[in-house]
């Protein structure tokens, strides 16, 4: 089993407890072949269908994507994620995902169209949020989906200085930083009308970011300027060799940890899809697609050899991992372990 400073390496995985999923599933990973096997699982929180770990991988948090909105935090020191107090609402409706920034936990709050920054004690366990929510505004062309702004996603830039927002009802990221505990927008970058951004990875140089479409299967490449918190979209690429023949629904994205490579899932389809990175990063050009080996592919992920993707099937209720070709990054199936619901998957 790997040791990551002592500790074994494990996957967690999130799921819909309202459509009948365990809650958080832990389970360890062999590095040899990249097999899951489950430790243990914890129904502490509605529908905790995003994860996120803290740098020092003790401490787990997960949202709870309900009407109300919440987030908890475990510890994960041993097999089993234990919590470390009650769930802290988050002031907004449907939070889709959440990550660790400047000793806060940010939530993007789907149904209220809101990014959300709760306070994080010195031990990492959450403090009671009494102000900080942003709330989006704007809309899109989508009558039915971009009615009102739809925050999907929140994580830290890489070298930490900045907050992303990926919102799917206004077409837009918004670069923002923390001021006085609360979200404060620094600057919003408009993508493509109608083309619903949903997630955002960026490249392990720091120069580049990529954004998956929702409402239009393309990823869209876009130029990172750290510096000033500057986001320019320069092309997209449809992730599909082909139209689909209804609604595609893209979902997830990942980069490889030696940013060779891009991944998406696409759960109309039911397909993952291998881009190669060209020019330093700028440029995605589409290898292939290859089955997911499951239902409604609703997230991904890769481990930090490069070496295997996750993913997280949530309608036939399953994680399936992947051995990833080094020359040509396509997947080949190895196995699958049985998560009904499964909304997520996070490795550390």
């Known amino acids: 089993m790997a040791d990551l400073g002592g500790r074994r390496q494990r996957a967690f995985i999130g799921s819909f407890t309202a459509a009948g999923g365990p809650g958080i599933v832990a389970a360890a990973v062999d590095p040899a072949d990249g097999a899951l096997t489950v430790l243990s699982s914890v129904n502490g929180v509605p529908d905790p269908s995003y994860l996120a770990l803290s740098a020092a991988g003790d401490t787990l948090y997960a949202v709870s994507e309900t009407t109300d909105g919440a987030v908890a935090a475990y510890r994960v020191t041993g097999d089993a994620p234990e919590p470390t107090g009650p769930p802290v609402p988050v002031g907004g409706s449907g939070p889709t995902h959440l990550s660790v920034f400047d000793g806060h936990v940010l939530t993007a709050n789907y149904g209220s169209g809101s990014v959300t920054a709760v306070p ?100 869209t490449a876009c130029r990172w300027d750290a510096s000033d918190g500057s986001l320019k979209p320069l092309a997209e690429t449809a992730v599909l060799p082909g139209a689909p023949a209804g609604d595609a629904y893209p979902s997830g994205l990942v980069v490889s940890p030696d940013g060779r490579f891009v991944w998406t899932a696409t759960r109309g389809e039911d397909v993952l899809s291998v881009f190669a990175v060209e020019g330093g990063g700028e440029a995605l050009r589409l290898v292939g697609t290859v089955p997911c080996a499951g239902h409604w592919p609703r997230a991904i992920a890769v481990d930090g050899t490069g070496g295997f993707l996750y993913v997280a099937n949530e309608r036939s209720g399953d994680v399936t991992w992947f051995t990833l070709d080094p020359a040509t990054g396509l997947p080949r199936r190895g196995g699958s372990i049985a998560v009904p619901a499964a909304s997520c998957v996070i490795l550390g």
């Open 120 to 219: 994080l004690r010195p031990d990492g366990t959450l403090a009671r949020v009494a102000s900080g929510v942003l709330r989006h505004t704007g809309s899109g062309p989508h009558t039915r989906r971009q009615q009102g702004p739809h925050a999907h996603q929140v994580q830290p830039d890489p070298s930490g200085r900045w907050a992303v927002s990926v919102d799917l009802g206004t077409d837009s990221v918004r670069v923002c930083a923390l001021r006085d505990g609360s979200p404060v927008v620094h600057g919003e970058h408009a993508l493509r009308p109608g083309s619903g951004p949903r997630h955002l990875a960026f490249h392990p140089g720091g120069e580049y970011a990529y954004v998956v479409n929702e409402l239009t299967p393309t990823v």
